[in-house]
Every structure is written in structure tokens, then in C-alpha cells.
């Protein structure tokens, strides 16, 4: 990756960190997740509001390293407005994207491209891939049981 690459990311993981999206809360929640890092400390609790399968609204609020509040930002500024088939999409794309697979970066995925550089420090990987493991087991857990308790995930049992 070029230095002028690598500078644009970082700008990017830098300004969703200082200013993170999906921040205010929800006054009522349809799907609500919480997920842990404990490689690096990590907390991310993530609430949505669902209408007919889309993801109306969402709020993020995580507590820990750039990266992991950075990508927590960029998963409430992708997903929101989007179908439930939209974001399971999208969290594989960027799960593979992180483990080092090569794959296409769809255009509609707005930033989620800067977090490609995060392959380059695999200690850090499990930090971006927090948001998307905590959504998608909030996503499995509303689909399989709407009233049940909130589902708790770990980066530690995350391959």
C-alpha cells in the first residue's frame, strides 16, 4: 500500500474514532447485542430499531481502541436504512476483507475499505471485526427469538 494510501485510511479510522457515527441513542429498541474484546479490552453495545427487515435506525456505543470504536462507527453508517440480506452481506465482505481474504469491496460500502490496512496488525483485527460479530449475533438472536435476552459475544471464540 502507498504512504498516501495509507495516510487517507488512517485519516478515515481517525475521524470516525473522534467523531463517531450511530452515537445517539435510541429511545426503543428492537435488537440489542453487546460484545467484548478481551485481547484488547474492548466494549460494544449495539441497539437497532427493525421495521419490515430493515435496520431503521441503530446505535453504537463502544468503548475502547481506535479501530474498534472506528469500525463500530462505520458498521452504524453502513447498515442503517438496509435489509437484513444487505447486512449479512456486508458483515461476510468485510469479515473476509479482514482475515486477509481477497474480495471485491462493493462500491455502497461507503468507508468500510479504509479497515482493509488493519490486515497488517492481525492483533488488531479481532478490534474491527467486534461491531460486526456483536450485529450479527444481535441479527441471529432477533431472527431465532425477538423477546429473548440480548445475546453477549466475544472476539475470543471468533476464528
Given at each position: 500500500?502507498?504512504?498516501?494510501?495509507?495516510?487517507?485510511?488512517?485519516?478515515?479510522?481517525?475521524?470516525?474514532?473522534?467523531?463517531?457515527?450511530?452515537?445517539?441513542?435510541?429511545?426503543?429498541?428492537?435488537?440489542?447485542?453487546?460484545?467484548?474484546?478481551?485481547?484488547?479490552?474492548?466494549d460494544i453495545e449495539v441497539n437497532i430499531q427493525v421495521e419490515d427487515?430493515?435496520?431503521?435506525?441503530?446505535?453504537?456505543?463502544?468503548?475502547?481502541?481506535?479501530?474498534?470504536?472506528?469500525?463500530?462507527?462505520?458498521?452504524?453508517?453502513?447498515?442503517?436504512?438496509?435489509?437484513?440480506?444487505?447486512?449479512?452481506?456486508?458483515?461476510?465482505?468485510?469479515?473476509?476483507?479482514?482475515?486477509?481474504?481477497?474480495?471485491?469491496?462493493?462500491?455502497?460500502?461507503?468507508?468500510?475499505?479504509?479497515?482493509?490496512?488493519?490486515?497488517?496488525?492481525?492483533?488488531?483485527?479481532?478490534?474491527?471485526?467486534?461491531?460486526?460479530?456483536?450485529?450479527?449475533?444481535?441479527?441471529?438472536?432477533?431472527?431465532?427469538?425477538?423477546?429473548?435476552?440480548?445475546?453477549?459475544?466475544?472476539?475470543?471464540?471468533?476464528?
Amino acid at each position: 500500500m502507498s504512504s498516501s494510501l495509507d495516510d487517507m485510511y488512517r485519516d478515515i479510522i481517525l475521524d470516525h474514532y473522534r467523531a463517531p457515527r450511530g452515537s445517539k441513542p435510541l429511545p426503543m429498541a428492537d435488537i440489542h447485542s453487546d460484545g467484548h474484546n478481551p485481547s484488547c479490552g474492548d466494549d460494544i453495545e449495539v441497539n437497532i430499531q427493525v421495521e419490515d427487515d430493515i435496520l431503521k435506525d441503530i446505535h453504537v456505543n463502544c468503548k475502547g481502541c481506535a479501530i474498534s470504536v472506528a469500525s463500530g462507527s462505520m458498521l452504524a453508517e453502513t447498515v442503517k436504512g438496509k435489509t437484513f440480506v444487505e447486512v449479512q452481506r456486508i458483515a461476510e465482505v468485510v469479515k473476509a476483507m479482514l482475515k486477509g481474504d481477497e474480495v471485491e469491496i462493493p462500491d455502497d460500502l461507503g468507508d468500510l475499505d479504509a479497515l482493509k490496512g488493519v490486515r497488517q496488525f492481525p492483533v488488531r483485527i479481532k478490534c474491527a471485526l467486534l461491531a460486526w460479530v456483536t450485529l450479527i449475533e444481535g441479527l441471529k438472536h432477533y431472527a431465532d427469538d425477538p423477546k429473548g435476552a440480548k445475546p453477549s459475544v466475544s472476539t475470543e471464540k471468533e476464528d
